[in-house]
């Protein structure tokens, strides 16, 4: 197959992509991939890592308010779009795929105008302005939440979940050990994580709860992000810490640590909830305000329905809300195996192997 993919700006677009790619060229060896990214996004750094060759082209958003800004941006739009139709023409591309981001808006509706077998990958319960604009344009649609179907043209969706999570799932049988970074085995263990980069409400309630960790018969690691590890030091200046708690500013290797793990505090990214779910992992959310739509409650909703996770607001958060739910958790195996069982029950380890299916009819059928 010869697949263009776009998807820039963040993770939740990007590692979804590669996460399909790596299966595709597992099961199709001979498969070729042109990527078409943004030229300040995160793909910049992570596609080419991965072996891939990308394309850049410079994109941005609407603002809300009317503004010469909003003219800049269909003026780069429309210049992405006939960039696209030239890549598009060179490649060859027996279909096309985007996972989100403005960058996929031009590269996707050129594709469908130029008659292209189409496919869009939603990874949220809330639909993206990209995808629902490109909704009226594609062959299929595919999602990663029930809550997103009735959000897209009736007929065209089909439910994959997210790629990530068949990564990830590939990795449950880990031999990592929690004795090789000073920890025991023994005990169970709950990894608290912000995002990459950390988040500041996450971090002050952790450093207000490690008193009480202290004392408790589990085991905490407790990851700050690399830009706030310092501060979350001097934060804890003259405080004792125990044997049973780590501190540390990013989770190194995480999908072979995660299946070690049987709590994990974290947001309620898409990424994050195809992890979870696939590998079972009781989860304590606490959503980003910060997004979209405040799409991460509504992804965390999803989980808290089924039984699969609890969720924490972030203006509810502090180090007495998180210590009650870690309690609670840590304290009671038998409901994190309730928990685990009905995260696994959302999971879908197979989701790359369902997206590949769908390329494959909007390929057969167009």
Same mark, same amino acid.
């Given at each position: 197959?010869?697949?263009?993919?776009?998807?820039? &700006?963040?993770?939740?677009?990007?590692?979804?992509?590669?996460?399909?790619?790596?299966?595709l060229?597992?099961?199709?060896p001979? *498969?070729?991939?042109?990527?078409?990214?943004?030229?300040?996004?995160?793909? =910049?750094k %992570?596609?080419?890592?991965?072996?891939?060759?990308?394309?850049?082209?410079?994109?941005?958003?609407?603002?809300?308010?009317?503004?010469?800004?909003?003219?800049?941006?269909?003026?780069?739009?429309?210049?992405a779009?006939?960039?696209?139709?030239?890549? %598009?023409?060179?490649?060859?591309?027996? $279909?096309?795929?985007?996972?989100?981001?403005?960058?996929?808006?031009?590269?996707?509706?050129?594709a469908?105008k130029?008659?292209?077998? *189409?496919?869009?990958?939603?990874?949220?319960?809330?639909?993206g302005?990209?995808?629902?604009?490109?909704?009226?344009?594609?062959?299929?649609?595919?999602i990663?939440?029930?809550?997103?179907?009735?959000?897209?043209?009736?007929?065209?969706?089909?439910?994959?979940? =997210?790629?990530?999570a068949?990564?990830?799932?590939?990795?449950?049988?880990?031999?990592?050990k929690?004795?090789?970074?000073g920890?025991?085995? +023994?005990?169970?263990?709950?990894?608290?994580?912000?995002?990459?980069?950390?988040a500041?409400?996450?971090?002050k309630s952790v450093?207000?709860a490690?008193?009480f960790? =202290?004392?408790r018969?589990?085991?905490?690691?407790?990851?700050t992000?690399?830009?706030?590890?310092?501060?979350? @030091?001097?934060q804890?200046?003259?405080?004792?810490?125990?044997?049973?708690?780590?501190?540390?500013?990013?989770?190194?290797?995480?999908?072979?640590?995660m299946?070690?793990?049987?709590?994990?505090?974290?947001?309620?990214?898409?990424?994050? %909830?195809?992890?979870?779910?696939?590998?079972g992992?009781?989860t304590?959310?606490i959503?980003?305000?910060?997004?979209?739509? =405040?799409?991460? $409650? @509504?992804?965390?909703?999803?989980?808290?329905?089924?039984?699969a996770?609890?969720? %924490?607001?972030? +203006?509810?958060?502090?180090?007495?809300?998180?210590?009650?739910?870690?309690?609670?958790?840590?304290?009671?195996?038998?409901?994190?195996?309730?928990?685990?069982?009905?995260?696994?029950?959302? &999971?879908?380890?197979?989701?790359?192997?369902?997206?590949?299916?769908?390329?494959?009819?909007?390929?057969? +059928?167009?």
């Open positions: 197959m010869r697949l263009m993919v776009s998807g820039g &700006g963040t993770g939740g677009h990007i590692y979804p992509a590669l996460a399909l790619i790596e299966r060229k597992q099961v199709e001979e *498969t070729e991939v042109l990527y078409v990214g943004t030229t300040r996004g995160l793909e =910049n %992570i596609v080419p890592a991965a072996g891939l060759k990308l394309v850049t082209m410079p994109m941005q958003g609407f603002r809300r308010k009317i503004s010469l800004y909003n003219f800049k941006t269909v003026y780069l739009f429309l210049k779009v006939h960039h696209a139709r030239k890549l %598009i023409t060179d490649f060859k591309p027996d $279909v096309v795929l985007g996972t989100g981001g403005y960058v996929s808006g031009a590269v996707l509706y050129a469908a130029m008659g292209i077998p *189409t496919v869009i990958h939603e990874q949220n319960s809330v639909v302005v990209t995808n629902k604009f490109l909704s009226r344009y594609v062959d299929e649609i595919a990663a939440f029930e809550a997103a179907r009735s959000q897209f043209p009736e007929g065209k969706v089909t439910m994959t979940g =997210n790629p990530r068949q990564q990830v799932a590939a990795n449950r049988s880990s031999t990592f929690w004795s090789s970074v920890l025991s085995d +023994d005990k169970p263990t709950m990894m608290i994580f912000g995002g990459s980069q950390g500041p409400r996450i971090n450093v207000q490690i008193p960790f =202290n004392k018969d589990y085991q905490v690691v407790f990851a992000g690399r830009k706030r590890y310092d501060d979350v @030091k001097k804890l200046a003259g405080v004792e810490i125990g044997d049973n708690v780590k501190v540390v500013p990013y989770i190194e290797n995480m999908p072979a640590k299946p070690k793990v049987a709590v994990l505090v974290s947001r309620a990214g898409a990424t994050t %909830i195809a992890e979870v779910t696939a590998l992992v009781p304590i959310m959503p980003s305000p910060y997004v979209t739509a =405040n799409h991460q $409650v @509504k992804n965390a909703q999803a989980l808290v329905k089924k039984h996770a609890v969720m %924490i607001t972030e +203006d509810q958060l502090d180090g007495r809300s998180l210590l009650v739910q870690a309690d609670r958790l840590m304290g009671n195996a038998d409901l994190r195996k309730e928990m685990a069982e009905a995260s696994r029950k959302i &999971g879908k380890p197979d989701a790359a192997d369902r997206l590949i299916q769908v390329l494959k009819k909007a390929e057969k +059928d167009h």
